[in-house]
């Protein structure tokens, strides 16, 4: 039972840690919306997550493990700057609204707008589970919570985005007809699927 | 562990519905990939490279 979890030797490490690099640097935005700081805070996650390599268990998912080292930077180091910025809807539309397809931006820019305005935990437990590919466990392991935490806020998050994007009518519910909160609920059948393909 | 509570069926009994869940999962996954498939910013590789330059071999590293 105590016997050492297998290790990656540095070399292995640092190429899995490098495929990680583009979803830490996704992760940080959507927990600090500016990208600028978001890019800091991926960097010093990246080097944190080098530095704490013997403590990475090989055949683990090195996903969840960089994210909850990402997560307890942003969290623990409360005067940093990114801890200021308000998620922006210009540095949103900038960053979203594609040339060839401005409509395409438009509507991603309105979930944006939407996950913006949910309370953090909400948001990160959304995002980890809807987009980032992590299971419910993974997630409640990166954000150090039962898993029955995450279903909950999760569930919480899919009704206040609904809402929001129901008030708003913009979004979804502009150009297909598509009701808010019968496709977040899809949306979370679809992340069962997906985890459950782990 | 999901999948075996669920019938295989459910998500596609409803075609308008798995349609709108499709529709709605991709956006929420595009706001990630948009991230994800950007170029990484050289400073990272760097930071990196430096990194590994610097670190001595590990102390418990058996073949040190």
Redo the contacts between chains.
Sequence with gaps: MHKPAARLD?AAF?RE??DL???L??FA??LCGDPTLA?DL??DA??KA??AR?SFEAGTNMKAWAFTILRNIFYSEKRRAWRRQPLDPEVAES??VSASNPG?GL??LA??NA?GLLPADQREA??LV???GLS?EEAAEVCSCAVGTIKSRVSRARKAVTDLLETNKTG?SSD?G???D??????M?????I??GH | ???DR?PTG??SADPD??R??????E????????????D??D???R??EE??RA?PP?A?DPDA
């Design positions: 540095d640092k840690l490098t690099i583009p979803h640097r996704a935005r959507s890019d991926a960097q990246m080097l080098w530095n013997e960053t979203l395409d509507d991603l979930l944006r996950l959304l995002i809807g987009a980032g419910y979804f297909h598509i009701r808010a019968q496709a977040f609920d899809d949306i059948d679809q992340a069962d699927h985890a459950s | 562990m999901m999948a669920k459910k998500v519905r798995k709108r869940g499709d529709r709605l999962g956006q929420l996954r595009r706001l990630y990939d948009d991230v994800t498939q950007e990484v910013p400073d990272f590789l930071l990196l990194a590994d670190d590990r418990s």
